[in-house]
């Protein structure tokens, strides 16, 4: 029997599925298609790390057996959004399981005993970003569908106006950082590498062997604690004098090892003086911001002269610019939770609100947006620079920037984890092969933070082979996103422009460019109303998957994502829209779950067609091409969910999507079997559709008991999210 994976995730995602999921395996059997559930939520993933501890609750490794799935032709996998875990989650996460009765340990803070450093090590695997590295065997193609499109031309999302005299700004190192530390090369043969520390006669090895293969780029880079220090001091002093709202933008969840080290460096630089006089008590209590503000006044409780420290912050936070807030009602500012802020989606969601964030008062302001690593950051100061001159984007009119992403195969730094270090004591850093010789070295002082990563060259031929494909198919001008003043990037140019001449590129508009000039003609483009594809590397795939998006299409979770993974499978990523938590806190407050599952109908309909066009199943193709026509009714006939409680919401809009799909399958002549079997099931879904939306309405207004958070009680998270008796019969109908 054919098979389509879903994915059990977290979050909104989490509480989606259980609406929408049932419908999928009622219709997916009607062409002979089972769809199974893995469980690659953070619970899930967590429980799967101490297998020997829980007995008969030992919880298989989904996500070990789907990474195996991956790389088999077999593979057809639908993929929601998942935690990406910080510290601070991964902790609550651990508290939750345990109050549940898993015996699982835990977190150590600073490991010690053998036992302890084992623990940790398990843990770590879960941190950050665990799932997509594991899952990603192949590059990612993400796009607009055109349906998507035309709704959002003709009911536009509301686009903040721009000043030209607004003082956003973004502000990023002009050295010493990765992008301008950055070496590499590229393997003449398969070796295998190590990375050693040395000064003088003392030598500590990092990491004892990495091996790679032939053709592999390696890079080699560090951001310098000391000038990092001084830049986020001068930041400081300029968001007061300016008197806009200071503002750090990094990924402390996808980027576990590095930007938790940054973003302690960004909360000391703010409380400079608190850390000035109490630094080593804060330091020695493991106080140092990295897992930001919220942590260390939470933590304040457990020293002798708390209260004081207290006081200082507050101080701090008085005498000091003032700060973005995540939540000002509750007094939630940029920097007490270091995965509250993620730039991909932080960004681009500032450029849409005027180049705002919000203040302590509520009200919006003008920011400086600090991000140290100048990689990417000129690719938000050139959109923000645009704004400033040409005012805000017309979603009615722009064009669409799509994007091809190198990612597979753990491709450049989110796959950089295990190969980023903080530097124990000064000297030179050196990656050396297994003769000994030095490929790469640095310079480096204590506290730097000392990266590399590896991206193999069978994803990067893949990657050239997709962004030709798609070029060819959609006509679109393509610009290879590629920096020469990045090491790195300048090994990639070489590689692309060798790897394009295997293919036939004539007709095609394909170029080359910095991601600021890029940048540059893609919004020049977007203003024109024309199309770009962008052809990046796997943080820019990142960014620009959430930038473009939020800014045609007011969120990045209406993308189409498909990732043609390179075995032959298919893996369908449901958009870039996040687990979104706030809208599991309003479901727990008024039971509306605001969350849109547009970029599950895309997926699905995508791996309905992958079906077809793999294993020939005709009943799949009918299911896709109808879902689509589903799709594009429920936009038009204004059936996405509302914010607001009360109105329609997830399920709601769950049930029209079931009800149109039912009927388009009726009407359809493609095939007689399914029109004959739907026929009956629309009839009775449009004959109690008043009842059924009524009732969906109904439910809502006091707060839902989900049973958890990480790992919600199951028949409570079925009552919740399959409220109506009526239309569950229906479906469920369907299956028997």
Not at 385 to 396: H, L, S, V
Not at 410 to 420: L, P
Not at 502 to 508: A, K, Y
Not at 620 to 630: E, I, M, P, R, W
Request: proline share 4%.
């Amino acid at each position: 029997m054919a098979k389509i994976t879903w994915t059990r995730t977290d979050e909104a995602p989490l509480l989606a599925t259980y609406s929408f999921k049932p419908v999928v395996e009622a219709f997916a059997s009607t062409a002979g298609i089972d769809v199974e559930t893995q469980d690659i939520s953070l619970a899930g993933r967590i429980l799967a790390q101490f297998p020997d501890r829980l007995g008969d609750k030992k919880v298989e490794d989904a996500l070990g057996t789907l990474g195996e799935l991956a790389k088999t032709p077999e593979a057809n996998i639908i993929k929601l959004p998942n935690i990406s875990a910080s510290l601070v989650q991964l902790k609550k996460a651990i508290a939750e399981l345990q109050a549940q009765g898993y015996d699982i340990p835990d977190y150590p803070d600073n490991p010690s005993t053998a036992e302890e450093k084992e623990i940790a090590k398990a843990y770590d695997v879960v941190k950050g970003s665990a799932v997509n590295p594991v899952l990603r065997e192949g590059n990612s193609d993400r796009r607009a569908p055109q349906a998507v499109k035309n709704f959002v031309r003709k009911y536009p999302h509301r686009m903040g106006a721009w000043s030209a005299d607004s003082k956003t700004n973004v502000a990023t190192m002009q050295a010493d950082d990765f992008r301008h530390n950055e070496k590499s090369v590229i393997m003449p043969a398969a070796d295998e590498l190590k990375f050693v520390l040395k000064s003088g006669d003392k030598e500590e090895v990092l990491l004892e062997s990495l091996k790679v293969l032939e053709g592999e780029v390696i890079d080699g880079t560090f951001i310098s604690a000391k000038a990092l220090d001084e830049f986020l001091k001068e930041q400081v002093a300029r968001a007061k004098e300016e008197g806009i709202l200071f503002s750090a933008h990094l990924k402390a969840t996808m980027m576990k090892v590095s930007d938790p080290i940054l973003f302690g460096h960004v909360v000391r630089a703010y409380f400079a003086d608190v850390y000035d006089k109490y630094g080593e008590e804060l330091m020695n209590a493991g106080l140092n911001g990295e897992n930001g503000l919220g942590h260390i006044l939470a933590g304040l409780d457990q020293l002798d002269n708390g209260a004081e420290i207290k006081a200082a912050f507050e101080a701090g936070l008085e005498d000091g610019p003032d700060l973005a807030m995540v939540n000002s009602h509750k007094g939630i500012t940029n920097l007490h939770v270091p995965s509250d802020v993620i730039i991909d989606a932080s960004m681009p969601a500032m450029i849409r609100t005027s180049g705002h964030m919000w203040n302590k008062d509520d009200q919006e302001q003008d920011t400086l947006a600090v991000i140290p690593d100048s990689s990417y950051a000129g690719v938000y100061q050139a959109v923000i620079e645009d704004c400033k001159e040409n005012g805000a984007f017309d979603p009615t009119t722009m064009g669409t920037v799509p994007n091809v992403g190198l990612m597979a195969q753990k491709a450049e730094e989110y796959g950089s984890h295990n190969k980023t270090f903080k530097m124990p004591f000064a000297g030179t850093m050196e990656v050396r092969n297994s003769a000994g010789d030095v490929l790469i070295s640095h310079e480096v002082e204590e506290g730097d933070v000392w990266r590399a990563c590896q991206t193999k060259d069978a994803p990067i031929q893949d990657w050239v082979k997709l962004a030709v494909n798609r070029a060819r198919l959609s006509g679109m001008k393509t610009i290879f996103w590629l920096d020469p003043e990045r090491d790195h990037d300048r090994k990639l140019t070489e590689l692309v422009e060798k790897y394009l001449k295997d293919h036939d590129t004539e007709g095609l508009d394909i170029s080359i460019a910095s991601p600021v000039e890029a940048t540059k003609t893609s919004i020049e483009r977007i203003r024109r109303g024309e199309d770009t594809i962008s052809v990046t590397g796997n943080v820019l795939r990142d960014y620009n998957t959430d930038l473009f998006p939020i800014l045609e299409l007011g969120t990045s979770a209406k993308m189409l994502s498909v990732v043609p993974l390179m075995a032959g499978g298919g893996l369908f990523e449901t958009g870039a829209g996040g687990s979104a938590p706030k809208h599991v806190q309003q479901v727990e407050e008024e039971n509306h779950l605001r969350w849109d599952s547009l970029g599950e109908f895309l997926a699905l309909a995508e791996s309905f067609r992958h079906e077809l066009n793999n294993n020939g199943n005709e009943k799949a193709g009918v299911l896709a091409s109808t879902l689509d026509k589903a799709t594009e009714k429920l936009l038009g006939e204004e059936k996405s969910p509302s914010r607001k409680v009360g109105e329609i919401d997830n399920r709601g809009s769950h049930f029209f999507l079931t009800q149109f799909w039912a009927r388009e399958l009726a009407n359809q002549t493609e095939d007689a079997e399914l029109a004959e079997t739907f026929k009956p099931v629309a009839e009775e879904l449009e004959a109690n559709s008043d009842d059924i939306a009524k009732a969906l309405l109904e439910v809502q207004g006091e707060g839902a008991d989900l049973g958890g958070y990480y790992a919600p009680d199951e028949d409570k998270l079925t009552n919740v999210m399959r409220p109506v008796a009526k239309f569950n019969d229906i479906i469920d109908g369907l299956k028997k």
